[in-house]
């Protein structure tokens, strides 16, 4: 049995456990039930409440004694008596069934729609009678008063069978091209037929004329919602003589009052799967709407999720057992799935020991889903060291950490760090210690953190005694505020700006009560105080005057300057010392630096004249005398990139001329001359 605990409602899941097979003898099941604790703590409400693979539809009788159950492989029915908590028969199709009908009170009359075009009609003993519909049903409704059968599928007919004539009657024409579910309503029998394009269609059965078309498709799209298709209709059910619930292939429910066209409101399951089944909890004022993924139990006033509903498997059929808390759902599983919420209602009789057994486990609490797993962040698994597990089965992603099996996560943690029991021991003794000297006679000590603070408490304790006031809670011995001045990450940082802003007013109260203790202390020494019968000594005025608040304003934006000018040196403190420091660079990959290969042509920049000349292999040509008239002329060499670019030019040109080709045959040829008929 899992407890499961959404939105704050218990709901306990009494099919979940391990199933033992049927071949097992006795012996090997009691074996098995002492050594695996999950069998052990099973909750086998009724025997056998399952099929061979799955569960399409379920159903309880009107008297509440019986439970029928179909399902596959082979297609079967199922029968369970609720007294004996076991099954009662077992019988089998030759085709699956897509719904049936309970006739009588009990399970003596039921009628059997299947997938192949036939029903069937069974009794007490067995099958009655068999016969084919001249279409694909998907549903059936049973009008007692006339003891017609309905059916509709994929057909505009609506074919009615009469079970007191046995014969068929004159079919109803719909304008929809089929038609998904029909239903009676259960005061004035008003037949509803919801189609495949979203509208509902009423009839009166007494006249057999239809008597008005609601159209749900438009009312389903609100701004809200993403539809994807035309909203057909999947499910109806009524609650009395004027409520409606209509659900919708798109995953919204609808309530309405048949005396108007407007829904009084609009529930989406945010899921986009069809809605498969409705029920009303008219003790709470509840609604159970059904898809294939969720149960969502919710207000059908508000509108307000109440709770909600998940498994592993999809669910097929809902049944919510009257008066009680009890729910049965088919699903996509071999077992028939079991939930019992406290909240909706007591448990039947037949299952009382329900009642008893929740209440015990309420009192004990028993572990919950994720019991079994410890949840640990990226930085829990670096310091055990299993980080190299990111990724596999053992660890399962889930929000900003991970799921990690809670015995896998154990061994971690003792192989990281061997002496944390020796740790916890030592705490534990320590707490104990502890404890014992608390019941002793002590002296008032100050706490070990937030010294300044106790003593603060303790003198206005002191205070409030003397004048005889009203005496306020001790804030160290109240366990909302016991942990600061236990645990050191509560102590107050002294040099953290915060502090230090409004350390100014806490200190200039502190100097008044100094003050104004000191006061009274040379008043006691020297005079005895006179008690008057219209003294009143808590008539003080605690309040201060308005040159004290604007002092304490002044200081406080004081200390604050002082504070922004504080920061403001010590960044530029910081700035200084990065300036001082020396930068180094590193030469990117591929590069070279140009300085040093051009260090000889750095030289040559800083030489006069004269020099670059000598050094350069130009041509120089000195002439004249040492006297006068002395002249020097010289021939600069080019630079190397314009003589490379001059080299490429000239090739580039042989290269043209070479494959130049001429262009006198470009030019039209000369028209030949005629004289006399002949050419000239």
């Given at each position: ?373 410890k949840f640990v962040t990226k930085k829990d698994l670096e310091g055990l060291g299993v980080a190299h597990l990111i990724g596999t089965k053992l660890l399962r992603a889930y929000m900003h950490g991970f799921f990690m099996d809670i015995r896998l996560y154990n061994k971690a943690k003792a192989i990281s760090d061997p002496f944390a029991f020796e740790d916890f021991r030592r ?254």
């Open positions: 049995m899992q407890v499961s605990n959404p939105n704050n409602v218990k709901i306990y899941n009494l099919s979940a456990g391990k199933s033992l097979p049927e071949w097992l003898t006795d012996q090997k099941k009691r074996k098995l039930q002492k050594q695996d604790i999950d069998v052990r703590r099973r909750i086998e409400l009724i025997q056998d409440f399952e099929m061979p693979a799955v569960s399409d539809c379920i159903q309880i009788t009107r008297d509440g004694q019986y439970v029928l159950a179909t399902g596959v492989y082979k297609p079967r029915v199922r029968c369970f008596d609720v007294n004996q908590l076991s099954m009662k028969f077992e019988r089998c199709f030759d085709a699956e069934v897509v719904q049936f009908e309970v006739l009588s009170d009990d399970y003596s009359k039921v009628v059997f729609l299947q997938s192949d075009r036939f029903v069937e009609f069974h009794a007490q003993h067995g099958k009655y009678y068999r016969t084919r519909i001249p279409m694909f049903g998907r549903d059936l409704a049973y009008h007692f008063p006339s003891c017609d059968m309905y059916f509709v599928g994929a057909s505009s007919q609506i074919i009615r069978l009469n079970l007191e004539q046995g014969r068929f009657m004159n079919s109803l024409v719909t304008d929809a091209r089929s038609s998904n579910v029909c239903t009676f309503n259960p005061v004035h029998q008003l037949f509803t037929v919801g189609t495949n394009e979203g509208c509902i269609e009423c009839w009166d059965p007494r006249t057999r004329a239809r008597v008005g078309i609601l159209d749900c498709a438009l009312s389903s799209v609100t701004v809200d919602t993403v539809v994807n298709g035309i909203p057909s209709i999947s499910v109806l059910k009524h609650k009395d003589g004027l409520t409606m619930a209509v659900g919708t292939t798109t995953g919204q429910v609808l309530l309405y009052d048949i005396r108007s066209d407007k829904p009084l409101l609009v529930k989406d399951h945010q899921y986009g799967l069809p809605i498969k089944d409705i029920e009303f909890h008219p003790s709470q004022e509840l609604i159970i709407s059904m898809d294939s993924k969720i149960v969502k139990l919710w207000n059908q006033t508000t509108g307000k999720a109440f709770t909600s509903l998940e498994s592993e498997s999809d669910f097929n059929d809902l049944c919510l057992v009257p008066s009680s808390g009890l729910l049965f759902i088919a699903n996509e599983a071999p077992k028939i799935q079991t939930y019992y919420i406290p909240a909706l209602g007591p448990a039947p009789k037949w299952s009382a020991f329900l009642d008893n057994l929740t209440e015990e486990l309420e009192e004990n609490p028993t572990p919950v889903v994720y019991d079994d797993y705490k534990k003794i320590r707490e104990k210690i502890e404890a014992e000297r608390a019941n002793r006679v002590q002296t008032k000590r100050l706490p070990k953190v937030n010294k300044q603070l106790a003593q603060r408490l303790m003198e206005t304790d002191n205070e409030v005694k003397g004048k005889k006031k009203k005496a306020t809670p001790d804030l160290m011995k109240d366990d909302r505020f016991k942990a600061m001045f236990d645990n050191p990450d509560f102590q107050v940082d002294a040099d953290s700006l915060e502090f230090k802003l409004i350390n100014p007013v806490v200190a200039k109260m502190d100097k008044q009560k100094a003050a104004k203790k000191k006061e009274q202390e040379i008043l006691d020494s020297h005079f005895d105080e006179v008690k008057e019968q219209g003294d009143n000594a808590g008539s003080e005025s605690s309040e201060y005057s308005s040159d004290d608040e604007h002092q304490w304003t002044m200081e406080v934006k004081k200390q604050h300057r002082l504070q922004k000018k504080e920061a403001y040196l010590q960044r530029k403190q910081e700035d200084h010392e990065a300036r001082l420091q020396p930068k180094f660079y590193e030469l990117k990959s591929g590069g070279e630096f140009a300085s040093l290969k051009n260090i000889k042509q750095q030289k040559l920049a800083k030489a006069s004249l004269a020099e670059r000349l000598q050094a350069e292999t130009s041509d120089v040509h000195t002439t004249g005398s040492s006297g006068g008239n002395r002249e020097m002329t010289f021939t600069l060499n080019k630079n190397k990139k314009v003589e490379v670019q001059r080299v490429a030019a000239e090739k580039h040109h042989a290269e043209r001329r070479h494959v130049r080709r001429s262009a006198h045959t470009i030019a039209a040829k000369p028209k030949p001359k005629f004289w006399m008929g002949k050419k000239v």
